[in-house]
């Protein structure tokens, strides 16, 4: 099954700073990578995805990147707010087969 | 209602009864899964229902978990015989159809075998 691996664990920015966090994936034939944020006390919410026919996507402040040929894929986050204070989750699969985490970052923004 | 419900929010049992915990999904949606997240772990996947497929279960940590899905819409899972370590929040979702689909996921189960 697919293995997905994220890093860091934990990530402190100033506000107004920007933050990345990397996941890789094992399985080539994974082509949807969904990125989720998971508040204190709520199950996660999707923040923003990407398909496999595309090298990148942006949303606001979010974006997402995708190496296809390298199996990595990474999540954007510019102009930190402290509200973007959360755990962070990537994730992976393919159609028809489950969606498999990695384990998380918890983002924290200083004021 | 609009997403996915879970009960009970809170379930504290003692060690080696059985517990059962439940998920209605959102309306309409035919991928049901089940998570596990520990105290400040990540995501440990437990199984996956699509339609009328046999479910994942490859997830499932040990033969005390089982999980069924009736009429395609309402999800149980079931731990037997708990243990202190199945003490964990325990979130589902729902997906409209297969995987690559956007998940939305229930508030979770915060379970505490004493």
């Known amino acids: 099954g697919e293995n997905v691996e994220q890093h860091p664990s934990t990530l402190s920015v100033q506000e107004g700073d920007s933050a990345v966090i990397k996941c890789t994936y094992s399985?080539?034939?994974?082509?949807?990578f969904p990125w989720y944020k998971q508040e204190l006390g709520k199950g996660p919410q999707l923040i923003i995805d990407?398909?496999?026919?595309?090298g990148e996507k942006k949303d606001q402040r979010i974006a997402v990147t995708l190496n296809k040929t390298a199996k990595h894929f990474s999540l954007h986050i510019t102009e930190t707010q402290p509200e973007d204070s959360a755990v962070y989750f990537c994730?992976?699969?393919?159609?028809?087969?489950?969606?498999?985490f990695g384990a998380g970052t918890r983002l924290t923004v200083k004021p | 209602g609009a997403g996915v419900s879970q009960s009970p929010s809170n379930k504290v049992t003692e060690k080696g009864k059985d517990v059962e915990l439940r998920c209605d999904p959102i309306?309409?949606?035919?991928?049901l899964y089940w998570y596990r997240q520990s105290l400040g772990q990540g995501l440990e996947f437990l199984i996956y229902?699509?339609?009328?497929?046999?479910?994942?279960k490859s997830g499932l940590p040990s033969d005390r978990f089982s999980a069924e899905r009736t009429g395609g819409s309402v999800s149980t899972l079931t731990i037997q015989r708990t243990q202190q370590e199945d003490s964990a929040v325990y979130l589902c979702?729902?997906?409209?159809?297969?995987?690559?689909?956007?998940?939305?996921f229930g508030s979770g189960t915060q379970l505490s075998v004493l």
């Open positions: 994730a992976a699969s393919m159609r028809n087969n489950d969606m498999r």
């Open positions: 229902f699509q339609g009328n497929s046999a479910p994942d």
């Open positions: 399985d080539s034939a994974s082509n949807y």
């Open positions: 990407i398909r496999s026919n595309v």
């Open positions: 979702a729902s997906s409209l159809g297969g995987a690559a689909e956007k998940l939305f």
């Open positions: 309306s309409g949606h035919t991928a």
